[in-house]
């Protein structure tokens, strides 16, 4: 007789508490403790499912970046050209829908720990999903820079006083691209 889990849900809901309190408490003041708390789930549950924290921590970044490149790439589902490119890149910055506040924080959590081999290989791999998804319709060097270029101004479009106009961020999005902006066509 095969035993069937109690909760079949419970891994799932570890490794979204474990973004949630990542996102509240940064990575630093993570313990298996505050991670159950926000679970729901009986301490022991973290080593049942877990080898330890730092594979319970790349677990749950590698599903957030994952869940970050399908956002990322929703974008682009209906792009046909560059041009429509362009527009797809400068909607997902200036339209914040992805860049949420509990997305950057884990971002920021993620980029302040890279430093570890496994978390630095997740953040690798995540820049490479957003490059080749750019390289659809432009060459590499170019999709890098789009891709530099969106990690940057999406986090200068939350915090600034002022951030700037949809306008702006498209023709700085078409430079880049290497395409006429509207002032020198």
Known sequence: MTRRPNDPQRRERIL?????????????????RKIASCAGVPLGSMTYYFSGIDALLAEAFSRF??????????????????????????????????????N????????AMSRQPMLKSIMQNWMRSSQ????????PATARALDAFI???????????????????????????GMQTADHA
């Open 16 to 32: 979204e508490a474990t973004l949630e309190t990542i996102a509240k408490h940064g990575i630093q003041s993570v313990t298996h």
């Open 65 to 102: 970046t994952q869940q970050m490149s399908a956002q990322f790439q929703r974008f682009f589902v209906e792009v046909n050209s560059p041009t429509q490119a362009c527009e797809a890149v400068t909607e997902l910055i200036y339209s914040a829908q992805v860049m949420t506040a509990r």
């Open 104 to 111: 950057m924080e884990l971002m920021y959590q993620l980029y």
């Open 132 to 139: 080749t998804t750019l390289e659809t319709w432009f060459e």
């Open 151 to 177: 990690e940057g101004m999406t986090l200068h479009f939350v915090t600034d006083r002022e951030p700037l106009a949809r306008e702006q961020i498209g023709e700085m999005v078409r430079r880049i691209a």
